[in-house]
């Protein structure tokens, strides 16, 4: 699988009918495919950041299970859906190398 970001020719409709929820935007604008446990998280987190509530949630999945997955489908989301509003995202890595580096990589291939 290759870092570089895939280039698609999308209308602007499409974007925006994307954009409406999170359902519509992975499938549309990603390559990753979440499981039904991670849709329940990203559906809590999506819920807190759009209706203001501003909850901490702690997502705790084994090894392997594709908490990093749900995280960039959760930022690309944010960031595609928040762009034109006055918000920051704020992410947190306890290194540099590799994890936030990595970090980086997952949310360029969503």
Same mark, same amino acid.
């Given at each position: 699988?290759?870092?570089?970001?895939?280039?698609?020719?999308?209308?602007?409709?499409?974007?925006?009918?994307?954009?409406?929820?999170?359902?519509?935007?992975?499938?549309?604008?990603?390559h990753l495919r &979440?499981?039904?446990?991670? $849709? /329940?998280? =990203?559906? @809590?987190?999506?819920?807190?950041?759009? #209706?203001? *509530?501003?909850?901490?949630?702690?997502?705790?999945?084994?090894?392997?299970?594709?908490?990093?997955? &749900?995280q960039a489908q959760? $930022? /690309?989301? =944010?960031? @595609?859906?928040?762009?034109?509003?006055? #918000?920051? *995202?704020?992410?947190?890595?306890?290194?540099w190398k590799p994890?936030?580096?990595?970090?980086?990589?997952?949310?360029?291939?969503?």
């Amino acid at each position: 699988m290759s870092d570089k970001p895939v280039e698609r020719d999308v209308k602007k409709a499409d974007v925006l009918l994307a954009l409406q929820k999170w359902e519509t935007f992975s499938p549309s604008f990603s390559h990753l495919r &979440l499981r039904k446990y991670q $849709e /329940a998280a =990203l559906e @809590a987190a999506v819920h807190s950041v759009m #209706a203001h *509530l501003g909850w901490t949630l702690v997502v705790m999945f084994p090894r392997q299970s594709g908490k990093n997955e &749900l995280q960039a489908q959760l $930022e /690309a989301f =944010l960031l @595609a859906k928040l762009q034109d509003t006055d #918000a920051e *995202l704020v992410k947190v890595s306890p290194t540099w190398k590799p994890q936030s580096l990595n970090a980086m990589r997952r949310l360029e291939r969503v």
